[in-house]
């Protein structure tokens, strides 16, 4: 198609039904190029809320990154706790074996001892041994205050 600028250009005398149809083709490009400037400008629009958008994602990523770091921290943090939970459970089962390994050498050995007594008449093994086992204490020992500002 030629344009109505060529048209008149060339000197050709044209019907007014041709000009006004060059008219509205003309205008229809114009239009066109409207919707395609206001497009491009929604496309402009789009590329900004992307780049908004990889901001942020890069924002909350960093984010991520952080608590996944701090909770992984925490995990250590648990993880030694737990082990040291173990320790000392085990440190105490230690010791209490120690206390009942010494409690039955300590039994045996008033039990031992109770055979070497002398028992007087109508008392029995069990009451010379608690009279002999009260005097001292088994767990802990008996501490007397001293006065200690002089």
């Known amino acids: 198609m030629t344009s109505l600028t060529d048209i008149e250009e060339t000197g050709e005398s044209t019907s007014p039904g041709m000009r006004a ?15 395609a400037a206001g497009l491009y400008r929604r496309a402009a629009g789009y590329e900004e809320e992307e780049f908004l958008l990889e901001h942020e994602i890069e924002e909350r990523q960093t984010e991520i990154n952080r608590l ?3 909770l992984g921290a925490l995990r250590a943090d648990r993880d030694t706790l737990l082990a040291k939970i173990t320790s000392l459970n085990d440190e105490a089962t230690a010791l209490r074996e120690e206390v009942y390994c010494n409690e039955e ?7 031992e001892r109770a055979d070497d ?3 007087p008449p109508g008392q029995s093994v069990m009451e010379a041994t608690a009279e002999s086992a009260a005097s001292r204490t ?9 006065d200690v500002s002089r």
């Open 21 to 35: 149809k060059m008219r509205m083709l003309a205008q229809m490009a114009e239009a066109l190029e409207d919707e």
């Open 68 to 70: 996944s770091l701090k």
């Open 105 to 111: 050498a300590r039994a045996l050995a008033a039990i």
């Open 117 to 119: 007594l002398q028992m």
């Open 138 to 146: 088994v767990y802990f020992r008996r501490v007397e205050l001293t």
